[in-house]
């Protein structure tokens, strides 16, 4: 039975990986550390663990994989540690704000010989798994172009803080569907050009919104709407759109498009509670594997990187005005 | 355990699967049609009989009914004689009397019996039964649910007797109706319009009305007069809100290019699931039979309802509502 522990509870997705752990069958949810020891207690209460203040302590615990879903910028140093630690690594995305960071995290496990994953469980949506299997048959043809969206809601505190974040929307929700397009079309971006700003929301630092105009190899056309545009009244959280323009037809895929429409008088709020299956289940029942076959997992350090170099440029093509090359 | 199929058409490969991926193994395919039985049989390694013989085969444990539904309880009560357990596609039975004979038979054999109300084991049906458990929505005073596409084209064209299949308001709006009973309790009285056309070509469209016995009232609309495509739309209103589902509102949409010499296509909407619901009653009827739960589906409720269609058939040929 494989003893899993969380590093931080600073990312709300932290929440989701804990309530799988609890759901999956083999597998121990064995602690939790957080360098926000309230918080820290909170979760392990919440979830039925305990909650061990001291680093060292809890990678000694016998934890043999953790899940990093702390602040971006902190990713490098809990990695590092838990690497040279001999853990298994799950990493929340983005793998680290910049290609410096996220070369060492990839270096630092490849070094200390255990697996990296990075969580991208969109790969992981069955609505994704299906195209994917459309593209792979040939059913589509050959894959000219794509445009895509991940507008959110303004998650707010540290995610907008570019200390603490390392950027704003363009980064937070560019990385998911740069790896869901290499993925589905097994190629690699080869540049940028970005239009971003904060336009939105008052009061912070980073950008809110985020245009992107990509092409990847073999000239594959792609454009990419990054924001935290959904108003707070939305229904939903936002979205993850692809629509794909192939050689034999238009697929469109609206990736949590199974929900309710929900409209509730007291609360004066319609929202679109979701009944599809929950990928972040997918996602954290592959690691949970990797650690005991001590394999790597499915998603790689390596896929995290990549979409780190998509941002990054993006970032650099935004401030310089012009297409910026993708670094390979 | 082992699995023989009678009835190898549409539901039944659809069954052969969904055993299959449950782990039971299908040794025998029966049907009147021969080369329907030879054609699933072949797939799945099993042998072709006869209905009668699969019943006297001890390698037998479950057996599945996908035949046209006059016949399903005949079948049934010979199965339960035989001392099998029985999966039975849905509606029950076309009468019911019949059903009333077949759970007599079923508890006389002491035997499971199991009718495929899939809807009960939709993601999206379980997600607003949630909803409303919720209390979100307040105390709930209509519902209306809709379903349908085009016309079914069964083998041998029953499909088109009303008589036999009963139409759209039999066949296929039992489902919202066995989910409205299941959601909201039983129904006191039905009106019904059924439009059950033959000429120039068969089309039928259902109008359904039922007052519940909580008071709330419920519309269904059954349709086979649509030239394409299959749509479920369901809305639920309370006190304080209300709430939709519509399969229209899919995340997968795919478009073909025209190929040679044809229009282009329209692939339907899609919305994959990791379990079928098809598969998840197949495991719902496993628990039971290993005795680790209750059925969600009892023959009780298949028999209720068969009497909620079959009374609103009786409103449709008398323009009068129906008590139940």
Known sequence: MAKIGIMSFAHMHAYSYAACLNALDGVEFAAIWDDVPKRGRAAAKQFGTRFLQDLDAFLGAGVEGVIITSENVKHRVMAEKAAAAGKWILCEKPLAPTLDDAKAIVAACRKANVGLGTAFPCRYAQPLMAVKAQIANGDLGEVYAASCTNNGQFPGGWFAQDALAGGGATMDHTVHVADLLRWLTGKEFTKVYCENDRLLHKNIRTDDIGILHLEMEGGIQVSHIASWSRAKSFPTWGDVTIEIIGEKGVVSVDAFNQKLNVYCDTTMRASWPGWGDNPDLGLVRDFVRAVDERRSPAVTGIDGLRAVAVTVAAYRSAQLGKTVRIQP | ?324
């Open chain 2, 1 to 324: 355990m082992n699995v023989a199929i009678i009835g190898c058409g549409g539901m039944g490969a659809v069954h052969a699967q969904m055993a299959t991926n449950c782990g039971l193994k299908l040794v025998a395919c029966a049907d009147t049609r021969k080369p329907k039985a030879a054609a699933l049989a072949g797939r799945y390694g099993a042998e072709v009989v006869s209905p009668k013989a699969v019943l006297a085969r001890d390698d037998v444990d479950i057996v599945a009914i996908t035949t046209p539904t006059p016949t399903h309880t005949g079948y049934v009560i010979a199965a339960a004689e035989a001392g099998k357990a029985i999966f039975c596609e849905k509606p029950f039975g076309r009468t019911v009397a019949q059903c009333e004979a077949a759970i007599a038979a079923v508890e006389k054999a002491k035997v499971k019996l199991f009718v495929g109300h899939v809807v009960r084991f939709f993601h999206e049906f379980e997600a607003m039964k949630a909803e409303v458990k919720s209390g979100k929505i307040g105390r709930v005073g209509f519902v209306k649910m809709y379903r349908g596409g085009i016309f079914p084209r069964g083998e041998g064209k029953w499909f088109h007797d009303y008589a036999q299949s009963g139409g759209v308001t039999f066949d296929s709006s039992i489902h919202d109706c066995d989910w409205l009973r299941y959601a909201f309790g039983n129904a006191d009285h039905v009106y019904c319009q059924a439009l059950q056309r033959s000429k120039p070509e068969p089309i039928d469209y259902a109008a359904i009305t039922f007052r519940m016995e909580s008071g709330i009232i419920a519309h269904v609309i059954g349709t086979w007069a649509h030239p394409q495509g299959f749509r479920v739309r369901t809305e639920i209103c309370g006190d304080k809100g209300m709430l939709q589902f519509n399969s229209e509102e899919a995340p997968i949409s795919v478009l073909m290019r025209a190929q040679a010499g044809g229009g282009p296509s329209m692939i339907v909407p899609a919305s994959p699931v990791a379990v079928s619901p098809y598969q998840l009653e197949w495991e719902d009827f496993l628990g039971w039979i290993n005795r680790k739960h209750k059925p969600r589906v009892t023959p009780e409720d298949a028999l209720e309802a068969v009497r909620m269609v079959s009374a609103a058939l009786e409103s449709a040929k008398s323009g009068r509502p129906v008590k139940l």
